[in-house]
C-alpha cells in the first residue's frame, strides 16, 4: 500500500536523506508475514533499509555533513557515548534503534551512522553498500587465511557478497551450494569457483568433498533456514570454522557432539559497522564492481506493491532496487 505521510524532519545528531536508491531484502518480506522473533514490528512501519541519496536537510548540531552531500547510512544506530558506539557498532549498543524506513522519498538517518559516497559510486551502489557489508562481516569474522577452502550455503545476495569478500580477504577455492541454479551465473561472477545444487541424489558433506578434494575449512551460513546450521556443521572440516550469517527466525536444531568431536568453531554474525560499510565503499570505488550484477530490476514507489508480492514466490531476481523519484 502507497500512503502519503509527512515529510521527517531531522533531530538531534540527524540528517535527512532523499532517497534515490533503496534495495528490497528478504528482510523486508520476512517483516510482513508474521514471523518472529525478530520481526515484531509495530503497524505502520514502513519498511527498507538498504539506501543511498541525497543530504536535503541537517539537524542544528551536524557538523560533518552538509545538504547536497552524497550519502548512504547505516539503517541504525545506538546512544553514540559507549563503546560499542565510539567502535562504529551501533548494533551492540543497549541504547540501540533501528531507523529504515527507505521505501519512501526522504528518511532521517543518524550523522554518526552515515558515510560520504565517493565520487565513483552511483546511488544503485551506495544501496548496495548495506548487503555487502553483512557479507563482509561474516567473511571477516571467519579469518580467512590465504589458500583457505570456503563453503557457502545459499546464493541469495547474502551468500553472494559473502563469496565476494571471501574471494578478496585471499580464500583458496569457494564453492557455494543452493538450492538451484538460478544464481549459478552469479556466484560464479562474484568470485565462487564451483557451485553445487543441493538435494540432487548426493548428501551435500559427499558432494562437498568431491569437489573440493577435502571437507572445507570455512562454512559461511547464508541461508538462514532451519537445518543449515547443522549442515554446515556436518560439512566442515575437523577444526575447522562455521559462521552463521542466515538469520534464521524459527526454533533450529544440531547435535552439539558433532562439533565437539570436530572441534569447530561455531560463531553468529551480528550484521556490520560503520567500519565495515566505509570499507565496501573504498573496494567498490577501487574499480570491484561486480555486485552490480546483483541488481536485476529497478521499480517505481508505485510498483512496490505488487513486485513486492511477486518476491515471494522463487524467482530469478537478485536485488529489487527502488528509485523513489521514477
Known sequence: MIETRPDPAPGLGEVVMKVHSCGICGTDLHMTEGHSPGFDYPA???????YAGEVVAVGADVQGLQIGDRISALPFTGCGHCLACKRGSPSHCAGFRGLGSGFS??????ERTSIKLPDSLTYDDGALLEPMAVGLHGAAMAGITPGATVLVLGAGPIGLAATFFARKLGAGRIVVAANS????ALALQMGADSFIVKGQGQALDAAVIETFGAAPDIVLECAGQPGCISEAIQTVNRGGTVV???FCTTADSFVPATAVWKEITLRFSNTYTVGDFQHVAQVLARGALEPRAMI???VSLDQVPSVFEALRAPSGQCKVMIHPWA
Open 44 to 50: 505502520g512501519t514502513i519498511p527498507g533499509h538498504e
Open 181 to 184: 541454479t538460478r544464481r549459478q
Open 244 to 246: 552463521v550469517l542466515g
Open 296 to 298: 536485476t530490476q529497478h
Open 105 to 110: 522519498e526522504y528518511v532521517a538517518v543518524s
